[in-house]
């Protein structure tokens, strides 16, 4: 994958396919100790600490269409060779927490990408029902809370042509905000 964002989206979907309906999405961004982490954490079926570890190996996947699963696996290779990690803390019938962190300048700490489209992909998810999106930049933070956007919209679809215009220029402009505060 190209981007961050794209494993995030990765992350979150293997989320629903274990049942999760709520997200908490937390990317932090830290120019003094030079570090990018994301956080992902939902509250599918869970995993045993078995099943945890071996979903770090490309040769573990719970599909049935094909015998490896990359996502993860990838993911902590990326953030190995920037100097990072990841990590899965999960626990059976309550959910999983991925932490992902890399070294922010290293040559090999992919982009973010497109946050945005991304946040607005997982939003208009048919299994969703809370997400609380939280991107901060060292001491400054942005939050969106689906529950909110829900309410706000009183019954317009997230999949509306403007809401959606909306959403992902409300999104990219708030964190633009946030970096231009740097």
Known sequence: MDDLSLYLLDIVQNAFKANADALTILINENQQNNSLSMIIKDNGEGMSTEESEAALSPFYTTRTTRKVGLGLPFLKMAANLSSGDLSIVSEKGVGTTVTVWFTKNHINTPPLGNIAETIYTIMIHPKLKDLKYIHTIDDQSFTLDYGTIINILDGVPLTD??????LKSYINDNVD???RQL
Request: no cysteine; net charge positive.
């Open 161 to 166: 042509l403007q809401v959606m215009t909306y």
């Open 177 to 179: 905000y946030l970096r």
